[in-house]
């Protein structure tokens, strides 16, 4: 809200669920918000920090059925929608999508701006209206069972 946001929507998920809670849940809160809010884009960081999955941007686009400009390193509005530069293994692509989208954050996308004190100060006025995901109609019910997570073997040393 210090950045420049006008008002905040906090999905609180409790802390008992948060072991199961899954990037399909993610993606179907973000699908349901992007409808009640009327969005034009949704846009998302490339990777969670807690468990580097990448699929959040693309399980919302295939749920609201939106074009997805993922990987994001450079994106320009045009008259017939968007145009997005992203990262490949071969180099760069460009791609032509319409609105509404989704869009995923490459780290390259911009340069980090940071929050500065009056604006700090005006974020505690600003509106944040707490959900939870029940009250959107996602359901939280794990969808994956993790069954063991080992560590890979040691490796022998080599001559």
Do not use: C
């Amino acid at each position: 809200l210090a950045m420049g946001a006008d008002r905040g929507i906090h999905i609180d998920v409790p802390a008992d669920q948060m072991a199961t809670f899954q990037p399909i849940h993610v993606s179907k809160i973000l699908a349901k918000l992007a409808e009640q809010e009327k969005a034009d884009i949704v846009m998302l960081g490339k990777l969670a920090i807690d468990d580097d999955s990448n699929q959040a941007a693309q399980m919302t686009a295939s749920i609201l059925n939106w074009p997805q400009g993922v990987f994001a390193s450079k994106i320009e509005k045009t008259d017939a929608g968007l145009e997005v530069v992203r990262e490949v293994d071969g180099g760069l692509e460009t791609i032509r999508i319409n609105l509404p989208a989704v869009l995923s954050a490459d780290l390259r996308l911009n340069e980090p701006r940071y929050a500065t004190l009056p604006n700090i100060m005006k974020a505690k006025k600003k509106k944040v209206v707490k959900m939870t995901p029940a009250d959107l109609g996602v359901d939280t019910t794990p969808r994956i069972q993790i069954v063991t997570v080992e560590d890979p073997p040691v490796r022998e040393a080599g001559q």
